[in-house]
C-alpha cells in the first residue's frame, strides 16, 4: 500500500511541478498531454528507486533537475539553456512552496523538523498532498489570468542556428543556471542537517534572483523591434 501511494503521489508531484515550470513561463500543456503523462510516471518510478530501493535520497533532487531539463529539451524541443533556466526557477518556486507549508504545520504542532529528512509517512504525505493541491492551483492561476513570463519561444525550437551564449540576452540565463546548482548542491547539505529555516531561505534568494534574471531578460525582449519567432498565442 506504501509503494502505491508513495508512487501515485508523486505521479501528482512531478506533474505539479512540471506544471509551474511550464506555466511560470507561458508554455502549453495540453498540447503535450501524452508525453507529460509518460514522463510523470517515469519520474515518480524513478524517485522510488532512488529513495526508497537502493537508499540514496541525496541524489533524487539533482537527478530530477537534470530529467526534468531533458525532457524539455527533448520532449518538448526547447534549447537546453532555457530549459535548464525554466527547471530552476519552477522547482525553487515548489520548494519555496513546501517550506512555507511545512512551517505553517509547525507552527500549528502537526510537524516537526525530522519530516524533511524523510522519504515516507503520512506526515510526509499531507505536506506532500497540500503543496501539489497548492501548485495547481497557483498554476491555474497562472493560466487563468495570463500572468509569468514570455520571453521564451513557443516550442519546437531551432537547434540549427547558433547560439550566442554570453550575447546581453544569455549571459543572465547561464548566470541563472550556474546558481540553480549552486543552490541544489546546498539544499542537500541543508537537507542532510535538517535545517528547513535554511532550505527556505535558500530557496526564496535563489528563486527571487532568478526572477530578477528572468525580468531582466523580459525587459530585454520586449525592447527589441522584431519578436522573437514562435507563436505568440501560447495555448494551455
Known amino acids: 500500500m506504501d509503494i502505491v501511494l508513495y508512487i501515485g503521489l508523486g505521479i501528482l508531484d512531478a506533474l505539479a511541478m512540471l ?15 501524452y508525453k507529460i503523462g509518460g514522463f510523470v510516471l517515469f519520474i515518480a518510478v524513478f524517485s522510488y528507486i ?11 533532487l539533482p537527478l530530477q533537475y537534470i530529467l526534468f531539463a531533458l525532457f524539455l529539451r527533448l520532449a ?17 518556486a515548489y520548494a519555496v512552496l513546501q517550506m512555507v507549508l511545512y512551517f505553517i504545520f509547525q507552527y500549528t504542532g502537526i510537524m516537526s523538523v525530522t519530516v524533511v529528512q524523510q ?22 492561476g497562472l493560466y487563468r489570468f495570463n500572468l509569468g513570463f514570455s520571453f521564451i519561444p513557443s516550442p519546437p525550437h531551432d537547434f ?16 541563472g543556471n550556474v546558481i ?10 541543508l537537507l542532510y542537517r535538517a535545517n528547513p529555516l535554511g ?30 519567432p514562435g507563436n505568440p498565442n501560447k495555448g494551455g
Open 119 to 140: 522519504s515516507m509517512g503520512w506526515l510526509v504525505y499531507l505536506l506532500q498532498a497540500t503543496s501539489i493541491l497548492s501548485a495547481y492551483l497557483i498554476s491555474y
Open 180 to 189: 540553480s546548482v549552486i543552490t541544489i548542491c546546498l539544499t542537500l547539505v
Open 160 to 175: 540549427y542556428s547558433k547560439e550566442d551564449y554570453l550575447s546581453d540576452h544569455n549571459y543572465v540565463l547561464v548566470i
Open 50 to 60: 532512488i529513495r526508497i530501493v537502493l537508499e540514496v535520497p541525496q541524489i533524487d
Open 199 to 228: 532550505l527556505l531561505v535558500l530557496a526564496i534568494m535563489n528563486y527571487a534572483m532568478l526572477y530578477y534574471f528572468s525580468k531582466r531578460r523580459e525587459d530585454h525582449d520586449s525592447r527589441k523591434p522584431v519578436e522573437m
Open 76 to 92: 518538448v524541443k526547447i534549447k537546453l539553456h532555457l530549459a535548464a533556466f525554466m527547471c530552476g526557477a519552477g522547482i525553487t
Open 19 to 33: 506544471l509551474l515550470i511550464m506555466k511560470l513561463f507561458k508554455l502549453p500543456i495540453w498540447t503535450y498531454r
